[in-house]
C-alpha cells in the first residue's frame, strides 16, 4: 500500500514530442570594429608603428605648402586655444581666491562664536562644579558632626556601661573598686565639660 500512494503522476508536456535535439548556436560574427580593437590590445607597438608610417606616408605625399599652411593654421589654433584655457584659468583662480576670503571670513565668524560658546559652557560648568563642591562640603561637615556626636554619646555609654559593671562586680565579689586610670579620669572629665558647655 506504502507503494502505490508515493507514485508519481506522469508528466505531460505541451510541446510536441519529437526526437530532435537542438544543438548549440553558432556565437555572432564580432563587429570590424571589436575586431580592430581587440588586434591593437595584441599588437600595440605594431599599431603604433603603422600609424607613425602612414602619418609619413601622407606627409610625403602632400605639398611642401600645403603642410606649412595647415600646420600655421593648426599652430593659430593652439596658440587660440590656449589664450582661451588661459583666460579661463585665471577667471577661475579669481572666483577661487573669492570663494577662499568668503569660506575663511565664514569659517572665523564660526570658530569665533565656538569659542564664545565654549567658553560659556566653561563659566556654567565652572559654577556648577563650586555649588556642587559647596553642598558636599557643607553635607560632609554636617555628617561628621553627626558622627561624631554619635561616637561621644555611644563612647560615653559605653563608660558608664563599664564603670556600673565593674561597680556591680566590686559589691558581688567584693574585691575594692580599682582606682581609675589617667585616661579614664581624662574621658570623664570631658564628658562633664561637654554636659556643661551643651546646657
Do not use: C
Amino acid at each position: 500500500m506504502a507503494t502505490e500512494s508515493n507514485k508519481t503522476p506522469p508528466q505531460t508536456s505541451t510541446a510536441p514530442a519529437t526526437n530532435i535535439v537542438s544543438l548549440p548556436q553558432k556565437p555572432p560574427e564580432p563587429r570590424a570594429s571589436d575586431k580592430a580593437i581587440a588586434w591593437v590590445k595584441r599588437h600595440p607597438v605594431m599599431a603604433i608603428a603603422g600609424g607613425v608610417a602612414v602619418g609619413v606616408a601622407v606627409s610625403a605625399l602632400l605639398p611642401r605648402r600645403a603642410g606649412r599652411k595647415v600646420a600655421n593654421r593648426a599652430m593659430n589654433i593652439a596658440e587660440l586655444a590656449a589664450t582661451s584655457s588661459m583666460m579661463l584659468g585665471r577667471s577661475a583662480v579669481d572666483k577661487a581666491e573669492d570663494f577662499g576670503e568668503g569660506t575663511r571670513r565664514k569659517a572665523g565668524l564660526l570658530a569665533g562664536r565656538a569659542e564664545r560658546l565654549g567658553e560659556a559652557a566653561a563659566d556654567r560648568a565652572e559654577r556648577a562644579g563650586a555649588a556642587a563642591l559647596g553642598t558636599a562640603s557643607v553635607l560632609a561637615s554636617s555628617a561628621r558632626h553627626r558622627a561624631e556626636r554619635l561616637g561621644d554619646a555611644a563612647a560615653h555609654r559605653a563608660s558608664k556601661f563599664t564603670h556600673a559593671a565593674l561597680d556591680q562586680s566590686t559589691k558581688l565579689i567584693g574585691y575594692p573598686k580599682p582606682a581609675p586610670t589617667f585616661a579614664e579620669r581624662i574621658i570623664e572629665k570631658a564628658g562633664e565639660i561637654r554636659g556643661r558647655i551643651r546646657s
